[in-house]
């Protein structure tokens, strides 16, 4: 029941993160956020490991390592599918992909075993986390092939991530995170450092290579798929991406404990993918923006298989 409501928790925070990143990415470009979030979210991991503690083994930094690499794959790819559309259709199959995947690793590969009540959770789980995801203000149209394999590629890739930080010690503490921090942060960082050197050889300023491009051929509105642009300075998307390393790495520590309490790989996943229901919660309460029926239905599923999962 303690790793069902770490998870739980956890995905809430997860979605915190999201949501705060996503604001960072109306100002700066994905990417950047991504490697400032990460850069924040290892100083954060720094910090917590005198008191944290973790034995370091070369093994468990493999894993995490390995988790970091899997780490910037899903967000690569997450965010370019998002762009290519239609974000109603995609969003889902991500956050049922990154479910699923660590749920019949766990499941097949691990040989763990639930009771009714486990199982008929996790199926409430997955149904759960395709409403709450689903965007009905979008104009719904039919994803290309290559947008569903990037959406499933970035599920894939966060139910590896999940996968590989399972396989770490239990005395490994925050070890393997500082790693997946580290990697990740030079990863992106890397990728951002390219974007910008690129940009000011074609004479671009550096502001104008960490903005975020406009979609090609879509307007810039939630209705149109892109990430539409806000008025403000651009400290303060800095301010957010920082805010949303912090958050995330909070969530890390969290879905470490879930897996180191004795949590099932199956039932951690399930809870973790339903991260959009913070998202959705944030955005109702900062944003005003409106919650669909659809996704309150799925809010209601989500403890429903919370609870479910916690007796599993």
Known sequence: MLAAALAFVGALVYGSA????????????????????????LLVLIAAAPLLGGVWRTQDVLWGAASGVTGAIAVGLLYACLAIGPMSVLSPVTAVVSAVAPMLWGLLVDGERLGPAGYGGLALAVVAIVLVAFL?????????????????????????????????????????????????????????????????????????????????????????????????????????????????????????????????????????ALYPAGTV?????????????IQWAGLTLALVAGALLALA
Request: one cysteine or more; proline letters at 7%; aromatic letters at 2%.
């Open 281 to 293: 919660l944030l955005a109702s309460v900062v944003l005003r923006e409106h919650i669909a029926r």
């Open 136 to 272: 009905p203000g979008e104009r719904i149209t039919r994803p290309s092939l290559r947008g569903l394999l990037m959406a499933a590629g970035s599920g894939i890739a966060i139910g590896a991530f999940l996968i590989l930080l399972d396989r770490t010690s239990a005395d490994s503490g925050v070890v393997p995170l500082l790693v997946n921090r580290g990697v990740a942060a030079v990863i992106t960082g890397g990728v951002t450092l390219a974007i910008i050197v690129a940009a000011v050889r074609r004479g671009a300023s550096v502001a104008a290579a960490v903005s975020p491009p406009p979609a090609p051929g879509r307007a810039q509105s939630p209705e149109a798929g892109g990430m539409p642009q806000v008025p403000g300075p651009a400290r303060r998307a800095w301010l957010l991406a920082v805010l949303c390393g912090c958050v995330d790495a909070a969530a890390n520590l969290l879905l470490v404990l879930a897996l180191r309490s004795g949590g099932d790989l199956a039932v951690v996943s399930a809870l973790t």
């Open 18 to 41: 999201d949501f705060l990143g996503g604001l960072a990415a109306r100002r700066l470009r994905p990417v950047l956020v991504t490697a400032v979030a990460a850069a924040a979210g």
